[in-house]
């Protein structure tokens, strides 16, 4: 069984960014695929961005594709999330997700990950 911690969250303004990291302990970390999703008040859990065990594929939600990154360092145990033209639609808690169960491909929906973070909160703001 993994724990994952998120960080990195706080407060910034339209078109600055952030880097989100997620700590993974109690478990051998290149074996989770990762995800990160992201919660606005009101609304559903939404995807964000995934990425594989290895780091060979990874995922974006449309309305990220080409601001954020997500990336991951195995000898760290961690993954990452650089945010960069945040925009105010980008406010929400951001949750970090992994699976070991996940081989060869990444998942985009929430009941696929049977691990997750408390979240951290991102507010952007006009």
């Known amino acids: 069984q993994v724990q994952l911690v998120e960080s990195g969250g706080g407060l910034v303004q339209a078109g600055g960014s952030l880097r989100l990291s997620c700590a993974a302990s109690?478990?051998?970390?290149?074996?989770?695929?990762m995800g990160w999703f992201r919660q606005a008040p009101g609304k559903e859990r939404e995807f964000v961005a995934a990425?594989?065990?290895?780091?060979?594929?990874?995922s974006y939600a449309n309305s990220v594709k080409g601001r954020f990154t997500i990336s991951r360092d195995n000898a760290k145990n961690t993954v990452y999330l650089q945010m960069n033209s945040l925009k105010p639609d980008d406010t929400a808690v951001y949750y970090c997700?992994?699976?070991?169960?996940?081989?060869?491909?990444?998942?985009?929906?929430?009941?696929?990950?049977?691990?997750w973070g408390q979240g951290t909160q991102v507010t952007v703001s006009s």
């Open positions: 997700a992994g699976d070991s169960r996940i081989q060869g491909i990444v998942i985009r929906t929430t009941d696929g990950y049977a691990y």
């Open positions: 109690g478990g051998t970390f290149s074996s989770y695929a």
């Open positions: 990425i594989s065990r290895s780091g060979g594929i990874t």
